[in-house]
C-alpha cells in the first residue's frame, strides 16, 4: 500500500494528511492544418488592435539570403551598363496606397504592386530571385520575391495594398502573408481566378 504524506499540527499536536496539489496541464496544441485564402483573410482581419490594421515591426526587417542578393546585384549591374545610353528623368512619385497583384500558377509565382490606377511601382518573379526549374512555383520562392517587390515599392512610399490573388499555384497563400510579414498593411483580398461555366468540353473518362 502507498503511504500518505503526513505532517504535525503544532495547535493539536495530532498528524494531518497533505493534501496533494493539483497541477492543470494544458493539452498540446495540434498543428495547424493547411490555410486556405479564406482562412489567410480571417487571420489577417483577426490582427488588429481596436478595429485599426496591426503594424508589423519595421525596425528589424528580414534579410534575403546571400545567393538571392548576388543574382540581384548582378542583374543590375547588368542593367545599368544596357541603360547607360538611354537615360530617363526619374519623377518622384508617392503612393501610399495600392494594389497586390499575385499570380500563381502551378510553375511559376508573380507580384506585382501598382498604386491605384493600375501603374506598375514594382514587380518580382521567382526567375528574377535565381529559382530554377521546380523550385520557382514553391512557398519559400514566392516568399522571397514577394519581399524583393515590397523592397522596391517602399522607394515610393507604399503602405496598404488591396490583394488581387489569380491562379491556384502553392504560392498564392505564402505571398499574402509575406505582404504582411514585410510591413504592408492589407486592407482586402480578393480571388480572382478564373472558373469555367459551360466552356470547352471536357475529356472523355479514360477506359481501364
Known amino acids: 500500500m502507498a503511504k500518505k504524506d503526513t505532517t504535525i499540527d503544532k495547535t493539536t499536536d495530532e ?4 493534501e496533494p496539489e493539483v497541477v492543470k496541464v494544458e493539452s498540446e496544441v495540434a498543428a495547424e492544418p493547411r490555410v486556405a485564402v479564406e482562412d489567410a483573410i480571417v487571420s489577417l482581419r483577426d490582427e488588429r488592435v481596436d478595429n485599426k490594421p496591426l503594424k508589423t515591426n519595421l525596425s528589424q526587417p528580414e534579410e534575403l539570403p546571400d545567393s538571392v542578393k548576388k543574382h540581384l546585384e548582378k542583374k543590375k549591374t547588368e542593367r545599368t551598363e544596357s541603360k547607360k545610353r538611354k537615360r530617363k528623368k526619374k519623377v518622384d512619385k508617392r503612393v501610399s496606397v495600392g494594389r497586390a497583384y499575385v499570380k500563381a500558377s502551378y510553375n511559376n509565382t508573380i507580384v506585382t504592386l501598382t498604386d491605384r490606377e493600375g501603374n ?71 480571388d480572382l481566378t478564373p472558373l469555367p461555366h459551360g466552356g470547352c468540353r471536357p475529356k472523355k473518362p479514360r477506359r481501364v
Open 15 to 18: 498528524p494531518r494528511a497533505i
Open 120 to 190: 506598375v511601382l514594382s514587380w518580382a518573379s521567382a526567375g528574377v530571385a535565381g529559382f530554377k526549374g521546380p523550385k520557382k512555383s514553391t512557398p519559400y520562392a514566392a516568399q522571397i520575391i514577394t519581399r524583393i517587390a515590397v523592397e522596391k515599392a517602399k522607394e515610393y512610399g507604399l503602405s496598404e495594398v488591396a490583394v488581387f490573388v489569380r491562379g491556384v499555384g502553392t504560392g498564392r497563400e505564402s505571398a499574402i502573408r509575406a505582404l504582411n510579414a514585410n510591413g504592408l498593411v492589407v486592407t482586402g483580398i480578393k
